[in-house]
């Protein structure tokens, strides 16, 4: 019987880690490397030999056999090519090898990854290029460990066709505007800044064999047709619940897995909606802590199988119960461990923090279009101001302590922070508990909590690397201009003032502390001039506006043409996702329902006839039956309407035309075709319905 390890002794146990590296390599090459990873200096092909060589021994210490370049392309998920490290001698045996050129540059093919028009079919060459400040990890699979090397991923012609490199390059730009901030604010010791985030991961758990019956689970990820059962979220026993013990199961081998790869899962529970979890991780630099969350969304479904369940990532796969989203904890930390988000005891005396908080109001401000795009996919359309998520109304919450103090800068009587106080329950053997200085709002969509901001609208299937980019450059720029002014002032201190009452004064329309979801807030927004893209297509031409091209480019994180590229490349996924799903419905409807409808029906007309035949009353029965008819022949038109709607769509040739058009045509199209097939699903015996129901799938686990 193998000896129970305890968690330390498996905790990264499959990274090679930067104590794996100090034991592995010569003092001289760890230093380089380290001078690479933390200063960004170019790695030399010399360290690179080593550090492959080390690499390998230590892969093949742990069994592996292969290894790959792991990449993020476009498609949101991640690639791999897996290489033996075997290679033949002239005696017919091997040897197992690895060079630094190996471990540098690999070759995938670019032009069978979205690229949005950059490589096609007869451009193939693409390179993935080593990321040496992500560790490399081991990963299990049923052909053994294979050791996965992170890389950046782009085209021969030098443009990024991933998620990674612009991420990279953003978490640069912060850094370099965030140090001429505060080397004019008196620090002149921080010589690196980074971004860190923590991604809160909701998830779906329903029972595999269930999902197996259902065809728009298998193909789209989400219920295309579905009645609500009696009972949904009403009585809010899900949340924080006691586990199933299937689910517990699950969980405590997910944690187990995460675990060997380093990735910090600390919190786990039951979410809102029955079926539905959450798994939030210890934060970590964000380039870290998006190939984390990759590697957390790829074993969450991996996984499942193992237990006779299947993970649903899709932000809203069941209508009438909470969507999951993915809770962005984005912070700015100096090389110090000082959290320059943290308020402090005294934050109006706290200018540091106050002009990293301002520059953050201002960039939402200013970009809150790009930002919902940085939050956009078909599945959170069906999520984002419904009423259980953020509204699509992009607005800051800051809480009253805050909010305070923006007053008094806005009047320019800048003298006081409320504190902490003390609260008792009521029960004298109850301790007393120190009480936060504000509230927490769960409806808004970019909060701050406490030394961090939560951007809560990201979709729960997606990477993060969008987010986090897009909200490193647009922060970036705005303490770009901060920089600008204040290095152009006589007296520093004066020009801050000045600077943030007009910040105040300019932007305090973007903070709202009330309810999101009500309406009378989206008429309030609108009133204040606030954006509100009910659709990730109305955000799309953010990214190709000319202030957003402008700014991409300065900081040097992305091209016009690769802003271009990935316009298109969103508004093609939303097409096609769109079109997928129109193309099951109607096969659903052909092959499933129609045909189990019509044999329900008859069986009906039959009792009808017979009851009518002996005079006995049937009015009951006819009057099933006629409502069985009347939406039968509403489902067969909206069956009709959709198909004609999903063949004009095929036909338009210009990009953003089509996925305007699937937006306004074939998705509305389906929303209509949807309801008279959840209405026959109430009249319809369910021993003739073709498919589990909602309350089969949200609780059979």
Known sequence: MNEIKSIPEIYGSRVFTDSVMREKLPKKIYRELKKTIENGTELSPEVAEVVANAMKDWAIENGATHYTHWFQPMTGITAEKHDAFISPLEDGKIIMEFSGKNLI???????SFPSGGLRGTFEARGYSVWDCTSPAFLKEDASGLTLCIPTAFCSYTGEALDKKTPLLRSMEAINTQAIRVLRLLGDNDTAKITTSVGAEQEYFLVDKDIYNKRKDLIFTGRTLFGAMPPKGQQLDDHYFGALKERVAAYMKDLDMELWKLGISAKTEHNEVAPAQHELAPIYDDTNIATDHNQLVMEYMKKLAPRHGLECLLHEKPFAGVNGSGKHNNWSVSTDGGRNLLDPGKEPHKNKIFLTFLLAVIKAVDENAVLLRLAASNPGNDHRLGANEAPPAIISIFLGEQLEDILNQIELGNLTSSKSETSMTIGVSTLPSIKKDVTDRNRTSPFAFTGNKFEFRMVPSSDSIACPNYILNTIVAEALKEFADELEKADNVDEALDKLMQRTVKE???????????????????????????????????????????????????????????RAEIMYESYINKVQIEARTMIDMVAKQIKPAVIAYAKVVADTVASLSAVGADADVERELLGNITANISLLDAGFKKLKKELDKSVSIEDVKEKAVFVKDHVFTSMEELRKPADELEMLVDEEYWPFPTYGDILFYV
């Open 105 to 111: 540059k690999g070759e995938p093919d670019a032009s």
């Open 507 to 565: 932007h305090k329309k973007i903070i709202f502390s009330g309810n999101g979801y009500s309406d009378s807030w989206v008429e309030e927004a609108a009133r204040r001039g606030l954006p509100n893209c009910r659709s990730m297509v109305d955000s799309v031409d953010s990214m190709i506006a000319p202030r957003t091209v402008k700014m991409f480019e300065e900081h040097k994180v992305l091209t016009e043409t690769e802003c271009a590229a």
